[in-house]
């Protein structure tokens, strides 16, 4: 069974680095998903000609406390 790690805010920026392999990609974005409340995929562009395309996605991540920390200054 894959292990799925907690989504921080702080690991979007991991996923524009690049290069990086498909695999890696994958596994950033099923941690990403799986934290999250609702999502969805917007297809902008397909070429069939080049094989490229750009999809969207979108959706709200889950909130939990971070061990050590409260919502509330006291």
Known sequence: ???VNKF???NFSVLERTPTSP???QHNLYDLLYNSTTCRARV???NPTT???RIVLQ???DYWEEPG???TNQ
């Open 23 to 25: 695999a890696a990609l």
């Open 59 to 61: 959706g709200t991540l």
């Open 8 to 10: 921080r805010y702080q």
């Open 44 to 46: 902008e562009m397909v």
């Open 51 to 53: 094989g490229e395309y």
């Open 1 to 3: 069974m894959k292990k």
């Open 69 to 71: 920390k409260t919502s």
